[in-house]
């Protein structure tokens, strides 16, 4: 009777020292591995700081102030000729209202991050609906949704959220859902091209030979695995955002209420004393640039890191 020869098991850990590890054989997620790369990568570090210095300065804008916001006790000190310049009391100098110009420029960092959230929120949520029901159900309803979304295309982002905000009035809520509505349709486009990539992936081919329902395979697989270039495009219409919520405040849109301090209205009301007073328009207007530049900074290092081509 012959014995046949028994198969002897590998030792425990790698083979060599050079084997690989289970801690390299195991899988990584797709947002710790996205965490990682940030963390390396110099132009997110500048990005992710900027944004963080906006933030703290717009949250805690009461402690962070010398002053009270469009406080008018310096009046005198600015005249048609002449405007108070920086000194012991007034680091940037005061505006041509007589307002501290550090105070107006850190209560409008305030004004400039509630906008250009919230207006990306909705313009994120509205065009996330419509690119998921374009997507998801396809068929007329995709022909439907995506005319609609043409016709928004069609007309440039400014002028749609000119025409909306002069029709419902100056205030803030306007320029919220001015901004907003001119974001639906990149968002809509997006979402579903992502979706109709992610439809013909095997899991989902998978998960239709299960017998899984239509609805549950929308909503429990193609969607999240779709809405990373999604929220990667809402990083970015932050910055955007900004920037049009000081085109809209520069050409008289914005918030009425003098009270209410705006980078972009600060411009404005620099203008006229530009000649002798130009840090009126340069301070609000470096802080516009360098909170946009932050955004988009973080924006393109997230895309970066979420996109598999651009992983090594």
Known sequence: MTIAPTATLPPEGPLSPDGPTAESMAGESLWKGAWQRLRRN??????????????????????????????????????????????????????????????????????????????????????????????GLGGKVDTVIMRF?????????LLLAISIAAAMGKSSFALMVAIGAAQIPIFARLLRSTMLSQSRSDYVLAANALGLRRRNIILGHILPNSLGPTIVQATLNLATAIIEVAALSFLGLGEDDPAVAEWGRMIVSGQDRFQIAPWLAFYPGICIAITALGFTLLGEALREALDPKQRR
């Not at 680091?91 to 501290?100: N, Q, Y």
């Not at 979304?149 to 982002?157: G, K, Q, T």
């Open 42 to 135: 110099p132009m997110a570090l500048i990005g992710g700081g900027i944004m963080a210095v906006f933030v703290f300065v717009a949250l805690f804008a009461p402690l962070l102030a010398p002053y009270e916001p469009a406080s008018t006790e310096w009046t005198e000190l600015s005249t048609p000729f002449f405007v108070q310049g920086s000194n012991s009391e007034h680091l940037l100098g005061i505006d041509r209202w007589g307002s501290d110009m550090l105070t107006q420029l850190i209560f409008g960092a305030r004004q400039s991050l509630i906008i250009g959230v919230v207006s990306t929120l909705i313009g994120l949520f509205a065009g996330a609906l419509l690119g998921t029901l374009a997507g």
């Open 149 to 157: 979304v043409d016709i928004l295309l069609s007309i440039p982002s």
